[in-house]
């Protein structure tokens, strides 16, 4: 009895090492396949970002004049890429719950649920894919911006922290498609899904600093979640680093992140109920 008791404890943790490493493996098997399906399909991938493109242009083209108003001593080209990364963020999102919703209508999802996948892994893949679709997306946005004549204030360590600001902020919205497309197994009503969070890039600092808002947009600023990772991103650009700003960026990501997973495996959780 003492042998047995004493080799539980290094028992246990190889086999909870074997788990976690299964997991990963899985999560990563999927996502790879989320991207592999998607880049098979370039229709689905290329319209978010041509369209983050032209507002780049457009918004840097029209407002750039009039932000030495509000902008003394600092680039309103800077200031205005975080939003253009988040506005691909809602405008991509719905990559990854339109993977879910191709495999469910072709009968492949039902066949992965009868493998022992973990379930986490099921949901968690097609987020991954969708959030590497995005920090590709911003890495081709800022290049692009870089090309406009963008001098980033924290050089290129603050150009990969905002990638993986980007990576964060993908992997939340991809977290609530992914429950959509589960949840209805619609591509329509997926599709519709991705713009709900759209009008939150009006309710917080959009083409003003966050300090010159004023009365009920300023009060919505400081509850939209969105507020804090676009404000850290428009310090790394254009005022340098700001540990508070990064803390409160990373924190919401992560809030926000925790809570639409919630919410896609709820998605999960109810569409195996129905069967």
Known sequence: MAAVAQSKPTVQPSARAERSMSFINQTAMLAKRTLITNFRDPAAVIPPLLISVFF???????????ASFFLPGQSYLGFIVP???ISSSLSGAGIAG???VRDIERGYFDKLMLTPVSRAAIVLGPMIAGALLLTLQTALIILIALLMGLQPETGIVGLVSTLVFATFIGISFAGFTVGMALFTGSAAATGGASFIFFPLTFLTATYVPFDLLTGWIKVAAEFNPI????EAMRALLNTGWDGDLMLKGVGSCLLLGSVLFAFAIFGLRTRT???
């Not at 507020?227 to 676009?230: D, R």
């Open 56 to 66: 780049l242009l457009v918004n840097s083209s029209t407002l750039s004049g009039a």
């Open 83 to 85: 939003l253009t990364i």
């Open 98 to 100: 339109q993977s879910i």
């Open 227 to 230: 507020t804090y990772p676009l």
């Open 273 to 275: 109920q129905r069967r």
